[in-house]
């Protein structure tokens, strides 16, 4: 698989992501185990994506039959993120677990989340876009710095505190003894049979 970088004066610059691409016709049946690190250069060839740095021991386990592969993706390490809150970078720990099925040789072509399609003419599988992908499906929704050890944020402090002056100063909620609007005291006298 190959990446064009569009920053590049003069053309694209070409990234070659082929340790990723596994020729399975060649495979006998069973068991085949790969290991990959994804690092700065494995990310930084998404260049669309969330995050360009990491470093994430990559898993595959790839089990072959005549008419399909079963691939176990298993993924541990961190990634670099943007906090949600200060802006600043930060290591964001990822592990998980991901199964994808390939079905072989098949007249028809219907893809779901966890079940590719190839055609009986393909002899390899690209795992690198799957192992970004599954990479970016254990990302947190919400992406802030970890707490320090004292239990205090670890967010830029000179950040927070330009957020908690600028913040809204909240509101004292409201007692059930406040005077209500007479429009709604008119209901409290209807009744229902």
């Known amino acids: 698989m190959y990446f064009c970088d569009p920053s590049v004066k003069g053309g694209c610059r070409m990234k070659a992501l082929k340790e990723f691409e596994i020729p399975f ?36 386990e790839l089990f072959k039959r005549p008419d399909m592969l ?8 961190e990634v670099e993120l943007i906090c949600d809150r200060c802006g600043e970078l930060y290591s964001q720990p990822v592990y998980g677990k991901r199964q994808l099925v390939v079905n072989l040789n098949a007249d028809s072509y219907n893809d779901e989340d966890d079940l590719i399609t190839l055609p009986a003419s393909a002899h390899s599988i ?28 670890g967010c830029d402090p000179e950040m927070l505190a330009r957020i908690n002056q600028l913040a809204a100063p909240e509101t004292p909620p409201q007692s059930d003894d406040d005077d209500t609007d007479p429009r709604w005291d008119a209901l409290k006298n209807l009744k229902f049979d």
Do not use: C, I
């Not at 079963?70 to 390490?77: H, R």
């Not at 192992?131 to 499906?137: A, G, I, N, R, T």
């Open 25 to 60: 016709s060649g495979l006998k049946d069973g068991n085949h185990s790969y290991t990959f690190e994804l690092d700065r250069s494995f990310f930084e060839a998404f260049p669309y994506g969330e995050t360009e740095n990491g470093k994430v021991d990559a898993q595959l």
């Open 70 to 77: 079963t691939l176990d993706f298993t993924l541990k390490g």
């Open 126 to 153: 690209d795992t690198a876009h799957w192992f970004y992908e599954f990479v970016m499906l254990l990302l947190p929704a919400k992406r802030v710095h970890p707490n320090n050890a004292n239990g205090t944020s």
